[in-house]
Nanobody, 122 residues
């Protein structure tokens, strides 16, 4: 059974930090693109940061570059998102997701974890 279990959301003041963690099981971690998406109220779900299957540099949404860092531990099948200098605009439900196609686009993701809410107060 495929599972993506996300944790680490919460309420933080602007300028603060949170670390999200996603534990994956039930599929071969290295064969998938895996990363984080977010969906703010009334907005579409977008990729925040992701490792593609082809390797290379991680993808970051422009608005989070320099503030967020994605990391993975292939031995533990985990992918984390360190979020620093958080802004109210970062408030959203964050989802961990994996794609067998190897690219992080919402419509290409095969598996989604339950979202974790991040709320940044001003």
């Amino acid at each position: 059974e495929v599972q993506l279990q996300a944790s680490g959301g919460g309420l933080v003041q602007a300028g603060g930090s949170l670390r999200l963690s996603c534990a994956a099981s039930g599929f071969t971690f290295d064969d998938y693109a895996i990363g984080w998406f977010r969906q703010a109220p009334g907005k579409e779900r977008v990729a925040v940061s992701c490792f593609s299957r082809s390797g290379g540099s991680a993808y970051y949404l422009d608005s989070v570059k320099g503030r967020f860092t994605i990391s993975s531990d292939n031995a533990k099948n985990t992918v984390d998102l360190q979020m620093n200098s958080l802004e109210p605009e970062d408030t959203a439900v964050y989802y961990c997701a994996a794609s067998s196609v190897g690219i992080c686009e919402s419509y290409l993701m095969d598996y989604w974890g339950k979202g974790t809410l991040v709320t940044v107060s001003s």
